[in-house]
């Protein structure tokens, strides 16, 4: 069986990754170097996928690269396969994990915001997923790792849109996987909870209160990526990293679907 790093078809392919300039990409990015892959960064900013870049450490790591984009674009996620063809770059790994969050009520939101985000989290996904995941299904060989949130369980209000969409990448993640059954191509979904990166200020959380509750029941990113690749290898459907996140889900999933968002209202307006 493949495990990731390990590749599918002759070795030469690579793993791509999304949201690689920091956080968990940048952690996915290091790990799957050390297991012998060759990563292609994406990212909005070159300079700090470079980075990335020149913290790569395997086998492979001289032939990675760096392909910034803005996911966020229409059109991004097709303009990114095009270039990899065109490159003769064939990826055999595809690490769906850049997102981001929109903090606040939904009604005071900024559209525009929601919206860039929405395109990013749901259709960047889904179109990467896609496109990548046909090359992989005519070659009878890949694996697509998808990233969703202990967030896309349960609604969840202040996170209104965020946690919509990730509820999506989960179900997109599981009819794909049904989909590509028999085909070779393996289909994990990982569900993050609280992991210490910069996504908490990029959505806009300010309140000292939640970034301290945050930051107390956080995992660190290498451990969620090391995780989320870990079901990769096992082929997975899905996993939620971290046991407290797994008994709260648990235990959330016990009740009618209208109770936790309920509770999650009470528990975030004690901290923002
Ligand atoms: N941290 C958490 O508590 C947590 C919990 C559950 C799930 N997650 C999920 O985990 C994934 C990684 O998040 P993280 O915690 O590592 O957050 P992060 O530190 O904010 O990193 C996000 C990554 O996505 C990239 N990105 C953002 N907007 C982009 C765009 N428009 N186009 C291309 N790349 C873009 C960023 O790079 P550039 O700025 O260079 O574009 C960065 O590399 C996300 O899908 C997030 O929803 C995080």
Known sequence: MNGPGKGNDNGKGYALVTGASGGIGAEFALQLAASGRALILVGRKRERLERTLGALRGPRAAESLVMPADLSEQGAASRLHAECAARGLIVETLVN???SGVFGAAVDSDPEAVEAMLRLNVQALASLSALFGRDMKARGAGEILNVGSFAGLQATPYFAAYAASKAFVLDYS????AELAGTGVKVTCLLPGYVRTAFDANAGVGSPAYLKFSEANSLDAA????????????????????ARNRFAAALFSLLPRSIPPRIMRAALERLI
């Not at 599981?174 to 996987?177: F, H, N, V």
């Not at 090391?226 to 997975?236: D, E, F, H, P, T």
């Open 223 to 242: 451990t969620v990526a090391r995780i989320g690749l870990g079901a990769l290898a096992r082929r997975k459907a899905w996993t939620i990293a971290g």
């Open 174 to 177: 599981l009819a794909l996987r």
């Open 97 to 99: 994990n850049a997102g």
